[in-house]
């Protein structure tokens, strides 16, 4: 099954705390209709995202293409949310607002991570709708969900597709050759929400919802060779980097340049793994802080400078209060059971919009 990214190629007053809806809501009926009732709640803080994207020509020469994705509004002051590979290496970005006659705004980077493909954009708005997060933790296989993006650009409007979760634990990997933390130009997705509501291009950035109207859910990647197959970053996996995003924007931030997964005892069973809790490290960008000091697929992070990792997000905190440049010692477990400790200079997380200049 070949998996294909779903996006075609101020003052930040605010605290960090979960985004409130700032305009009333049309009441939800979810007898007859549940999915208009949804898609009418939801859909006035759906936004297009286009981008002007500078791209290598067949002579090699810089050319300058056009991208479309989605992004919703989280904060009335213009904070939105979309994709890392929907505007990543963009010279521009401009997003549009969802009504008949939209509203066009500039937007800027303020933060993200493109090892997770999060992007957090500003647009100099204020007054706009927005959206509630829900929380992924809680879905269920079976729930239905709602997707909501720009599939056919701008020209056709933002459309709407409706399934169930079909996988709460998947683990994707997509090409993606213009992606500067990507391991061998393959972004690696883990832990992610399957659902049979389509995802096509265009579509990538736009809300995953529940029942509800609330985001559980960053649609991201499609297939192409089978139907209604979508795949979703969990919110509850972002947030932390959207909050700090908003409350401190373009900070640099320390990486090692690998992607990871939760170890649990299920998946160390599956993996014949000698540990069954930590961060399994599932790839390692060449040139990378991680794979130059020796670090390798496979591994397990157990600890970083004493500090203990037990899941994924761990590892994250740490990293959130560590600086680009801080020398740090990484233990790891291998397959076999061996103990390694590497010693590692953290680098700089890319920003999304970081390109080379025709």
């Known amino acids: 099954m070949a998996l294909v990214l779903a996006g075609c190629t101020a003052t930040l007053g605010d605290t960090a705390s979960p985004p409130a809806t700032t305009s009333p809501a049309p009441r939800l009926h979810l007898g007859k209709e549940p999915y208009a009732a949804v898609a009418t709640r939801v859909l006035p803080s759906v936004v297009n995202v286009t981008t002007d994207v500078y791209e290598a020509s067949p002579t090699g020469a810089p050319e300058e293409g056009q991208g479309i994705g989605t992004g919703f509004i989280i904060r009335a002051n213009g904070v939105v949310v979309t994709n890392c590979h929907v505007v990543q290496g963009a010279s521009r970005i401009t997003v549009f607002t969802s009504e008949d006659e939209p509203t066009r705004y500039d937007a800027r980077v303020i933060g993200g991570d493109c090892e997770h493909d999060l992007a957090v954009l500003k647009v100099d708005a204020g007054g706009l709708p927005t959206i509630r997060f829900g929380a992924s933790a809680d879905l269920r296989l079976g729930q239905q969900v709602v997707a909501i993006g720009y599939a056919l650009a701008l020209e056709g409007g933002p459309s709407v597709t ?46 995953l919802v529940d029942m509800t109207g609330r985001v559980v859910g960053i649609n991201s990647a499609g297939s192409d060779n089978a139907e209604n197959i979508g795949f979703a970053i969990a919110i509850d996996s972002v947030q932390p980097a959207i909050a700090s995003a908003i409350s401190d924007p373009l900070r640099a931030t320390a990486y090692l340049g690998i992607s990871t997964r939760s170890v649990t005892a299920d998946l160390a069973f599956q993996m014949d793994l000698a540990v069954e809790s930590g961060a399994l490290v599932l790839a390692t960008l060449a040139n ?54 590497h010693r590692v200079t953290l680098g700089t997380k890319p920003l999304p919009t970081e390109f080379l200049e025709p």
């Not at 500067?180 to 690696?188: D, K, L, P, Q, S």
């Open 162 to 207: 409706a399934g169930i979760v079909s996988s709460l634990d998947r683990t994707i990997r997509v090409q993606d050759p213009r992606c500067t933390v990507c391991a061998n130009g393959v972004r690696t997705y883990s832990e992610v929400i399957q659902t049979d509501a389509a995802i096509n291009h265009g579509n990538s950035g736009g809300p």
């Open 288 to 341: 990378g802080p991680a794979a130059e000091a020796g670090m390798r697929e496979g591994d397990v992070i157990v600890d970083i400078d004493g500090e203990a990792i037990e899941v994924a997000e761990d590892l994250g905190r740490v990293l959130d209060a560590l600086a680009p440049g801080d020398e740090v010692d990484v233990r790891v477990v291998r397959s076999d059971g061996e103990e390694r400790t």
